[in-house]
């Protein structure tokens, strides 16, 4: 779904933000032919990022060292809830891209997988998610499109459930979770497409 939204608005100079291990930058470099620069914060992500062709740098997206109006598309793929100062990350992206370019962010809803947060008794607020998104996008852009993708897995097995816990950083991953296989658990993501 963000391959086809970003091939949709066919760019030629891309900035990828927080890309971790850089398989849409290389899908999009090989598919498209864009000219792409990847900056993520993670030294080890740059190098992974590299070892696959792609022109990386480790970088701040609250501090990017490109020129104004540099890139006619931006992408931000399930990372801006990470960035600590979001108005200034999102004012950078704003400041790289040129009049009528288009960041792609994609984010979770605070529903995305709550059957399985709540089995393992964790929760947490996205500060940038699908509910305040646009309203976040809108202060830095003159268009917002939101699109949403919701769908459901079935996990029919419990080391999954286990696998998921243990990818968090939970101080506690001795609690029993109590559960009835196979589980059901919605997905929630959304897609925005804000104009410069």
């Not at 999009?28 to 070892?51: C, H, T, Y």
Request: glycine content about 8%; charged content about 30%; proline content about 2%.
């Amino acid at each position: 779904m963000l391959f086809e939204q970003v091939a949709a608005l066919a760019p030629n100079r891309v900035l990828e933000v927080g890309g971790g291990q850089g398989e849409l930058a290389e899908c999009l470099v090989r598919e498209l032919g864009v000219q792409l620069k990847f900056v993520d914060q993670s030294e080890r992500m740059v190098e992974v990022a590299r070892a696959r062709g792609v022109d990386a740098e480790v970088g701040n997206l609250q501090e990017l060292r490109f020129d104004d109006a540099a890139f006619d598309a931006a992408i931000a793929a399930w990372m801006l809830y990470h960035v600590p100062d979001l108005d200034l990350g999102l004012s950078e992206l704003a400041r790289v891209l040129e009049p009528g370019g288009h960041l792609v962010a994609v984010t979770n809803s605070g529903d995305h997988l709550r059957e399985l947060r709540d089995v393992i008794g964790v929760s947490f607020e996205l500060r940038f998610a699908s509910e305040n998104g646009e309203e976040l996008l809108k202060r830095h852009f003159a268009g917002v499109e939101r699109i949403d993708v919701d769908g459901a897995v079935t996990i029919e097995d419990a080391d999954t459930v286990h696998a998921y816990r243990d990818s968090m950083m939970l101080s506690d991953k001795s609690r029993e979770l109590v559960f009835d296989l196979p589980l059901r658990v919605r997905t929630a993501v959304s897609v925005f497409v804000a104009t410069r």
